[in-house]
């Protein structure tokens, strides 16, 4: 019994004896707060080293660049300068005289065709030639005849009407055959093909034996569509762009264009613009611009897709500054930002902005090249300048 009161007692003093030296321990560590910003007016103030300084990013702001940049547009073959070649008769090829890529200038043979409506062109033209001839001979014959009282008034009325009607038929015939550039004086019976135009063939779609008709520029089937020879100028071609509804007080006929493609990288070709639609596409709200490409050394092709700058006259366009969008915020239908006055310092400004392109906002009043603007933590300053109640 008195081992067990002395085990208790010894346990008790232990526990006072803990509890002492607990006390003795060293205090914790207190951090002190971190400074609180200075706000004054429509301005924050972080001392120097303040950690809320981390969350805050700037960057410098740039004079604008007056171009509707990053726009994309396709190539395609100057209408003004190209000739699709279909042919007006029927037949079979027996020659093809002129390759892709070859120059060719007016009237140049491409090919030669078998041709029964040629044949029958050339027949009608010769006839009609013969036959005025002799219609010609008949009324001259008949007045000499009246004039010596060897023939009656109705002779030469008869020969006179019928020297008209071969007058008719032959310019009819001669018009039908000059329609397919062959002439009744020519001594082949086989229809040439010839160019209309003066440039390269920039595609071909015909073969020796194939046959060919003059209502196959009619078919609907693109097989079938496709002219049989293509011949173009490739040192010009056109442009297709489509360009915004907002953007389109940017453009207008004869400004410059700034071309590039990812094949040339070191290379800007330069265009103009030519022509620009009157309507806007219903389901993209864009309208199709035409520009014309300069393209001397024939690096750039048809179908080829560029990327496009609109450069717009400094003396037609309001001056502005351009920032990132982010920097920017509305408040009571008004846009404002942070300017960054002097290291640690910021001010909440008021500005106008235009319209947003590729991430970035034209800032046309309450900013100037060179200030630094806020374009990280906003939000965290507004928070500080007017705090929810």
């Known amino acids: 019994m008195k081992t067990a009161e002395r085990t208790i007692r010894r346990a008790g003093w232990l526990s006072i004896l803990a509890a002492a030296l607990a006390g003795c321990g060293p205090e914790p560590v207190r951090h002190p707060d971190p400074p609180s910003p200075k706000v004054e007016g429509d301005a924050v103030s972080f001392p120097t080293n303040a950690p809320q300084l981390s969350s805050i990013v700037v960057e410098a702001v740039k004079a604008r660049d007056l171009a ?8 395609y073959w100057d209408d003004d300068l190209t000739v699709r070649v279909f042919t007006p008769v029927a037949g079979r090829v027996t020659a093809v005289l002129a390759d892709l890529g070859g120059r060719v200038g007016v009237g140049t043979p491409l090919a030669e065709i078998d041709s029964p409506d040629f044949g029958q062109a050339l027949a009608d033209a010769r006839t009609a030639a013969g036959n005025l001839s002799m ?19 109705k002779d030469v009325e008869s020969a006179e009407a019928a020297f008209v009607a071969a007058q008719a038929e032959n310019q009819r015939a001669q018009g039908r055959l000059a329609l397919y550039g062959g002439s009744d004086h020519g001594a082949g019976e086989v229809y040439k093909l010839r160019s ?9 779609a015909i073969n020796p034996g194939q046959e060919v008709r003059a209502d196959q520029m009619l078919a609907n089937a693109p097989n079938l569509f496709a002219p049989l020879f293509t011949v173009s100028d490739p040192a010009r071609l056109w442009l297709q762009v489509d360009l915004a509804e907002a953007d389109l007080p940017k453009a207008r006929p004869g400004q410059q264009l700034r071309i590039a493609s ?10 103009r613009v030519d022509r620009i639609a009157d309507t806007l596409d219903a389901a993209t ?15 750039l092709k048809a179908e080829m897709y560029v990327t496009v700058d609109v450069v717009q006259n400094p003396a037609d366009t309001r001056p502005a500054v ?6 920017t915020f509305r408040k009571d239908n008004q846009d404002y930002l942070f300017v960054e006055e002097l290291p640690g310092r910021f001010v909440r400004r008021q500005v106008v902005l235009g319209v947003e392109q590729d991430g970035k906002v034209p800032v046309f009043s309450g900013l100037e090249a060179g200030q630094k603007v806020v374009t990280e933590g906003c939000l965290l300053l507004e928070a500080l300048l007017e705090p929810a109640s």
């Open 68 to 75: 509707v940049t990053h726009l994309t547009g396709r190539l």
């Open 135 to 153: 219609a010609e001979k008949t009324f001259s014959r008949a007045k000499e005849l009246l004039a010596h009282g060897a023939a009656a008034q």
């Open 196 to 204: 209309p135009l003066a440039g390269v063939i920039v595609d071909k």
């Open 262 to 271: 990812p094949v040339y990288p070191s290379r800007v070709f330069e265009g």
């Open 285 to 299: 709200r864009t309208a199709r611009i035409r520009g014309v490409v300069e393209n001397p050394d024939n690096l």
């Open 322 to 327: 351009e920032i990132p969008a982010a920097a």
